[in-house]
Nanobody, 123 residues
Framework: QLQLVESGGGLVQPGGSLRLSCATSGLTSDNYAIGWFRQAPGTEREGVSCIRRSRGSTYYADSVKGRFTISRDNAKNTVYLQMNSLKPEDTGVYYC????????????????WGQGTQVTVSS
């Protein structure tokens, strides 16, 4: 059974850092991509970053380029999102999701999701 489990969220001050993890299980192929999305109250879920498992190709939303870094540990079936220089507007529930083959930052192109982890950036 396919599962994605996020962890690592919390409360952090502006300018601080957090590292999120997305542990996956039940994937039967190596040809997939993991995306990170976030959703603040009253807003649409937006794509933040994505990584392809096989090639390690990475993609970022403009709003996080230079501050967030996505990486993978294939041996642990885990994808990480290192978030630095956090801003209050980064607050939201962060989700990871999986799709076949290629990366995307479009929510509609991902079919399996984790339960989310809350990130709050506030002084």
């Amino acid at each position: 059974q396919l599962q994605l489990v996020e962890s690592g969220g919390g409360l952090v001050q502006p300018g601080g850092s957090l590292r999120l993890s997305c542990a996956t299980s039940g994937l039967t192929s190596d040809n997939y991509a993991i995306g990170w999305f976030r959703q603040a109250p009253g807003t649409e879920r937006e794509g933040v970053s994505c990584i392809r498992r096989s090639r390690g190709s990475t993609y970022y939303a403009d709003s996080v380029k230079g501050r967030f870094t996505i990486s993978r540990d294939n041996a642990k079936n885990t994808v990480y999102l290192q978030m630095n220089s956090l801003k209050p507007e980064d607050t939201g529930v962060y989700y990871c999701a999986v799709r076949e083959y290629y990366c995307s930052l479009s929510r509609a192109e991902f079919g399996s999701w984790g339960q989310g982890t809350q990130v709050t950036v506030s002084s």
